[in-house]
């Protein structure tokens, strides 16, 4: 079964700090990798989208990675700001006969502390 | 430019009853979206959709219904409201396939009771 598990569940820092939430995926077979950020009572805006072939990715102070060997991504926020408190949510496409199949973890929500 | 909007934000439904989510997106999107965001769990495909007259079901497309006869517009149907659909609804859209960005609505909180 194809599965998105993200750590932690949750996480608290101060502002200014730095911090890295995980992603490990069990979907097969792979077509591309999505971070979101999810403000409350608001949708998903995308972070990054990243393919087999794309091991970083950079947007501003959020950088993801890929390890598509070992199924693992992980998004590094630098500098955090007490705007980045929200849920982050790391999303895995498989293509399955031209249908598009997404599968979406639960999220990892970030609090930032003055 | 409006992105994608949906209507209404909020909506109580009593069991048995219907009603029709809209969404509308004014980016000449070919690729339409429906999910489902049940609270402390990740979101869920209902129906999408790759351009108008076509649509395909998702992961839980049960108790729900898509057309798709323009590029802007995407509604969801739901026939019989059951408590299990209680849940926060989001319309996303993208220029085309899984590799491009996909631009979410605000959402439609529904509660059925």
């Known amino acids: 079964k194809n599965q998105v598990e993200q750590s932690p569940q949750s996480l608290i820092i101060l502002e200014g700090k730095n911090c890295t939430l995980q992603?490990?995926?069990?979907?097969?077979?792979?077509?591309?990798l999505r971070w979101y950020k999810q403000d409350t009572g608001r949708g998903p805006v995308s972070l990054t989208i990243?393919?087999?072939?794309?091991n970083t990715k950079s947007n501003g102070r959020y950088t993801a990675t890929l390890d598509a060997d070992t199924k693992q991504s992980s998004l590094h926020i630098t500098a955090s700001q007490l705007s980045d408190s929200a849920s982050y949510i790391c999303?895995?496409?498989?293509?399955?006969?031209?249908?598009?199949?997404?599968?979406f973890g639960r999220g990892t929500s970030l609090i930032v502390h003055p | 430019n409006a992105g994608v909007t949906q209507t209404p934000k909020f909506r109580i439904l009593k069991i048995g009853q219907s009603m029709t989510l809209q969404c509308a997106q004014d980016?000449?999107?070919?690729?339409m979206y429906w999910y489902r965001q049940d609270p402390g769990m990740g979101l869920k495909l209902i129906y999408y959709?790759?351009?108008?007259?076509?649509?395909d079901k998702g992961e839980v497309p049960n108790g729900y219904n898509v057309s798709r006869s323009t590029t802007e517009d995407f509604p969801l149907r739901l026939e019989l409201a059951a408590p299990s659909q209680t849940s926060v609804y989001f319309c996303?859209?993208?220029?085309?396939?899984?590799?491009?960005?996909?631009?979410f609505g605000p959402g439609t909180r529904l509660t059925v009771t």
């Open positions: 996303a859209s993208s220029l085309s396939g899984t590799s491009y960005e996909q631009y």
């Open positions: 992603c490990n995926y069990t979907v097969s077979p792979f077509s591309n």
């Open positions: 990243m393919t087999f072939s794309e």
């Open positions: 999303v895995v496409s498989q293509l399955a006969g031209g249908s598009y199949i997404p599968t």
């Open positions: 980016m000449n999107h070919n690729y």
């Open positions: 959709s790759v351009g108008a007259g076509i649509t």
